[in-house]
């Protein structure tokens, strides 16, 4: 993986870490134990599959540029509805508070995205390919004078 990728996925997974922290000590003081356990399996979720979504939008960028944006946008569509059915699947659960990890599941999702927007906007990545120089001496262009 490029340090670029490196470098925006630490950008993105630290805050959301973060803000999991945060939103486990707020369920912990508010729901207990369960409400704790609920936002930490929420913000593990988060940053399992947003992790996953951008080495693969990372890869399908390097391999099938032309494919970059519909792919971003099938990603991202997919996500949330995955997140959306780990919400439903675990809305009546008694291993953990729902309501913790529901709403940390959106506050996290929230942080992440930013995170990752931020993380690319202060990135500097070139978008053209710069030619390489090969001394001082003229490319052959084909043509003889």
């Avoid at 609920?38 to 390097?62: H, K, P, S, Y």
């Avoid at 944006?69 to 009546?92: D, P, R, W």
């Avoid at 599941?105 to 120089?133: C, D, F, N």
């Amino acid at each position: 993986m490029p340090s670029n990728d490196v470098r925006t996925l630490l950008q993105a997974a630290v805050p959301t870490a973060v803000a999991g922290a945060v939103a486990a000590a707020i369920s912990g003081g508010v729901a207990g134990g369960k409400g704790a356990l609920g936002a930490v399996v929420a913000t593990i979720v988060v940053i399992l599959f947003m992790g996953i979504g951008l080495m693969v939008l990372q890869r399908t960028a390097r391999s099938l540029p032309h494919l970059f944006q519909a792919m971003g946008l099938m990603l991202y569509t997919a996500q949330l509805l995955l997140l959306f059915i780990f919400v439903a699947a675990f809305k009546n659960t008694t291993l953990f508070n729902p309501k913790a990890f529901a709403i940390t599941l959106v506050a996290t999702t929230l942080v992440w995205i930013g995170a990752q927007a931020r993380a690319h906007m202060k990135a500097k990545i070139l978008y053209v390919e710069p030619e390489s120089h090969q001394g001082d001496k003229p490319k052959n262009t084909g043509s003889q004078t």
